[in-house]
């Protein structure tokens, strides 16, 4: 690992799974970072008299993603200006953006988020990674799931033998806490996340075709609320659709 690009989903994930990851094991790696989206879901899918301040909202978690990657130690990263929800129909040009910029800048290992029905972004992010395999070395870490019906924070749903399990001291669980704080626009949806340790490992194989797991996944425990805009509608189904479809499948 000498050139390593972390891609992130969202801008506060860099934090939620990885911050100790890269504060213990490679604040003196060259990193860059890719977000995928800008973390705001589209216009249209906000309530009506929100609308207006849509902008406001994507400059403020832009700041914020800034002040996250200045805190880590880091200046480069590469943004994609799409809303939340949105990987799952721009996966053929964030595949080749990807490409493009790890062949630019000498890319050799690649972090992602793992496929764990997290968020749906993270699992196609996930598997954009996963057809990258061939250029570069591919590791993920977990950040969050809703397997057997409980929130797991920063625990893979079937271990390996060859996770990488970091358990937080307690002065790291301070710098976590702190870093997570430079999100206040995301307060209320990081208090599930533990402090407790951060987990990665090479990307195993999954079936892209079926959803992570069994059951309700994380980002539809709500789905009778599937009429408010902060509950993601689309079915594990839509994404693994969204997925077979792709021409890098």
């Not at 799974?17 to 216009?43: D, E, P």
């Not at 699992?123 to 990258?132: G, K, M, Q, Y």
């Not at 033998?161 to 626009?185: A, G, P, V, W």
Request: glycine residues 4%.
């Amino acid at each position: 690992m000498n050139n390593i690009l972390f891609i992130i989903p969202h801008p506060d994930d860099e934090i939620v799974g990885a911050s100790i990851i890269i504060n213990r094991l490679l604040k003196k790696k060259n990193l860059f970072f890719f977000f995928l989206t800008n973390g705001v879901i589209s216009k249209n899918q906000q309530w009506y008299w929100d609308r207006n301040g849509h902008e406001k909202k994507v400059k403020r978690r832009n700041k914020e993603m800034k002040s996250s990657i200045s805190h880590l130690g880091f200046k480069k990263f590469f943004l994609q200006n799409i809303p939340t929800r949105s990987l799952k129909l721009n996966i053929e040009k964030t595949y080749n953006k990807i490409l493009k910029i790890g062949r630019s800048h000498k890319i050799d290992t690649i972090f992602c988020p793992a496929y764990e029905g997290g968020h749906q972004d993270h699992d196609v992010a996930n598997f954009i990674c996963s057809r990258l395999n061939v250029y570069f070395s591919i590791y993920e870490f977990a950040e969050y799931n809703f397997f057997q019906k409980k929130i797991n924070s920063n625990k893979f749903i079937k271990p390996a033998k060859k996770d990488i399990i970091i358990e937080l001291t307690n002065e790291e669980k301070k710098i976590k806490r702190k870093m997570l704080n430079i999100y206040l626009s995301e307060s209320n949806n990081l208090n599930y996340i533990s402090l407790k340790q951060e987990s990665y490992r090479k990307l195993i194989n999954y079936d892209y075709m079926k959803p992570p797991h069994q059951g309700t996944l994380f980002y539809r425990r709500f789905s009778f609320f599937d009429w408010h805009p902060r509950v993601d509608s689309d079915s594990p189904e839509l994404i693994c659709k969204c997925i077979a479809e792709s021409k890098i499948f």
